[in-house]
């Protein structure tokens, strides 16, 4: 079992860059894939970013592919995500989930474990 807890949220303009990380407790964290996704006010929970166990698969929602990074340390249980070029629409509650699954999902329901997420605004 891991619990993950993100940090890094906050208020950036247009244009701007945040790096958000997400810490999980437990041994076995390098036997999760992880997930990021966001949830924009009146919209619905939507995939972000995936990554495999050792992190060498990743996976991207097309409206973020080319200006955001996921990547991790399994030594300190930490994945993050890079966000450059930020628009206005990027701005939501940032969530990180772990997934036991030996793969990469976009599907919400496929992740056992999420964090309470972290807000991240961008203004115009």
């Known amino acids: 079992q891991v619990q993950p807890v993100e940090s890094g949220g906050g208020l950036m303009q247009a244009g701007g860059s945040l790096r958000l990380s997400c810490e999980a407790s437990?041994?076995?964290?390098?036997?999760?894939?992880m997930g990021w996704f966001r949830q924009a006010p009146g919209k619905e929970r939507e995939f972000v970013a995936g990554?495999?166990?050792?992190?060498?698969?990743?996976d991207y929602a097309d409206s973020v592919k080319g200006r955001f990074t996921i990547s991790r340390d399994n030594a300190k249980n930490t994945i993050y995500l890079q966000m450059n070029s930020l628009k206005p629409e990027d701005t939501a509650i940032y969530y990180c989930?772990?997934?036991?699954?030996?793969?990469?999902?976009?599907?919400?329901?496929?992740?056992?474990?999420w964090g309470q997420g972290t807000q991240v605004i961008v203004s115009s």
């Open positions: 990554i495999s166990r050792s992190g060498d698969t990743t």
């Open positions: 989930a772990a997934n036991r699954r030996p793969y990469v999902s976009r599907r919400e329901a496929e992740y056992d474990y």
């Open positions: 437990g041994r076995t964290f390098s036997n999760y894939a």
